[in-house]
């Protein structure tokens, strides 16, 4: 449902990054690769703060502008059982051999209205419209402007994208589910009513679960590290024999910071010595000054600078970073960046927005970033000196923040959960704190559970902290050799050219 591309920012988060890392990927390597998605004309959600108070502001003049790079082809009339007839634009977006095609529904308005803004519908009959409209888009492009004969794989990523593979059912062969995440939101659910009327499909009364129905549908899902795929056989126990994974990776020339490119570039990944890397770093250290001064210009930046930066929501644990800045924010020799916002219904989510927003205000070794994009993403995960990683175990379906950061020679404090689980080696290009939970926890009702491990897991945090920041003051030759084995083993274990291989996009 979405894809973080520079030139067309239409995106919510990781997932889109995600995708637009794989696009450019697929452009650099010749490879024929189309990426479907809708057009939502008024985009996802920027925030301006004002008197105190976070207000939502509308993406819609920005994405307009993008609008204009857009190639627009005749238009699909689309047939749905449920809704009728819906008239598609395809805007196409192409670099090299790849393409985004976008799917804007014009008409009738109700449906063209529903599609204005990502992953914000009024009620969930809007979501399943949308589903359902980008669905059956998806697979008449297909059919009429690919071509299903040249087709090798299609990949349908995340559950609210795959209801195409119910009108796939003569190539399924060639169609695979990438789920994306453990959470709920990533598994909505649907009225069987909806299924029988639109594709046929007989279920158990009531709401179904629409994982389920397409996990019967294809000969695999996969998931995006080996922590989710051990999830996701507790989640779907009836479907582990089809469930693999493949674990993610991130487009290096999108994400490393010019000087150190350039450092690997003349001196070869195996010759970096820490004299090589300590000028790179202090320049992509100067670009990530320059920009929180300009957020903040009395900050005081002194020491290694500590970067938290994500989605605002509850699993990510935002209250851990906060908690350790009222700790110790005062005493230890640091500057914090904390950079993201939250979706504007998750109201715990924006509740972090303002208690962000007030250590910004009370710590003057504080900066938070509320219009975090993909330019501010670049520059602190490339700059800083410690990225802390913390979601709560077993809900990080993989996770890249991480990965970007090692391949810029930062080291991550991470939680035990996600790909850092198989990328991280402790004390070698990173650390870990907490405990590794080997049951889904639902976190909205185990309460009592969370709370009991966010307490053990903020004590080893904070230990572990201290110990870094230690090693970094005391010992920073250390620290500088942790960071190039981060550099050295990101560049290779996280590379999205290794992610295409292991999904067969290339021999």
């Not at 889109?16 to 996802?44: C, P, Q």
Request: with cysteine; charged share 30%.
């Amino acid at each position: 449902m979405e894809i973080a591309l520079d030139e067309i920012p239409i995106y919510a988060g990781g997932l889109g990054v995600l995708e637009g890392d794989k696009f450019y990927t697929a452009s650099r390597l010749n490879i024929e690769y189309y990426v479907m998605t809708m057009f939502h004309r008024n985009g996802y959600v920027d925030y301006d703060y004002k008197d105190g108070v976070f207000i939502e502001r509308s993406q819609e003049d920005v994405i307009r502008k993008a609008e204009s790079l857009l190639e627009r082809e005749k238009e699909l009339v689309v047939s749905s059982k449920v809704y009728g007839e819906i008239l598609v634009a395809p805007l196409v977006f192409k670099k090299g051999s790849a393409r985004v095609i976008y799917f804007k529904p014009e008409y009738p308005e109700h449906i063209s209205r529903i599609a204005s803004r990502l992953y914000v519908e009024e009620t969930p009959e809007q979501a399943i419209a949308k589903y359902i409209v980008f669905a059956r888009s998806s697979a008449q492009y297909m059919r009429e402007r690919i071509g299903f004969e040249r087709i090798k794989y299609i990949d349908l990523q995340e559950s609210i994208a795959s209801l195409a593979a119910l009108e796939l059912k003569d190539l399924k062969g060639v169609v695979r589910l990438v789920i994306h995440t453990p959470g709920p939101w990533g598994h909505p659910m649907i009225p069987d009513e909806v299924l029988e009327r639109e594709y046929g499909v007989d279920t158990s009364p009531g709401l179904v679960r629409i994982t389920d129905v397409v996990l019967r549908e294809v000969p695999v899902g996969f998931g995006v590290s080996r922590k989710h795929w051990e999830m996701l056989h507790r989640i779907f126990p009836q479907f582990v024999d089809r469930i693999a994974y493949v674990r993610n990776g991130v487009d290096l020339e999108r994400w490393v910071h010019s000087a150190i490119k350039s450092l690997v570039s003349s001196k070869g990944l195996g010759k970096i010595s820490p004299e090589d890397l300590a000028p790179a770093r202090r320049k992509a250290r100067e670009d990530l000054i320059s920009l929180i001064r300009s957020r903040k210009p009395d900050i005081r930046v002194e020491g290694p600078i500590i970067a938290w930066a994500r989605r605002l929501t509850k699993y990510k644990r935002p209250y851990l970073i906060e908690r350790l800045i009222r700790d110790l924010g005062r005493e230890v020799n640091a500057t914090f960046i904390l950079a993201g916002k939250a979706h504007p219904k998750d109201h715990e989510g924006r509740e972090y927005m303002a208690r962000f927003r007030k250590l910004h205000e009370q710590f003057d070794n504080v900066v938070y970033i509320h219009d975090y994009s993909l330019d501010i993403a670049r520059a602190i995960l490339s700059g800083s000196d410690l990225l802390l990683f913390t979601p709560f175990s077993g809900w990080e379906a993989c996770g890249t923040s991480y990965m970007k950061a090692g391949a810029n020679g930062i080291p991550t404090l991470s939680s035990r959960d996600g790909g850092a689980l198989e990328t991280i080696i402790d004390g070698f290009n990173g650390w870990f704190f907490g405990l590794e939970l080997v049951d889904f926890i639902n976190i909205y009702e185990n309460t009592a559970r969370v709370s009991a491990v966010d307490e053990e897991d903020y004590r080893d945090l904070r230990t572990k902290f201290l110990k870094i920041l230690e090693l970094i003051d005391k010992d920073p030759e250390a620290y500088l050799e942790i960071s190039i084995n981060a550099l050295k083993s990101f560049t290779i274990s996280s590379n999205s050219v290794r992610m295409f291989r292991e999904y067969r996009y290339l021999s």
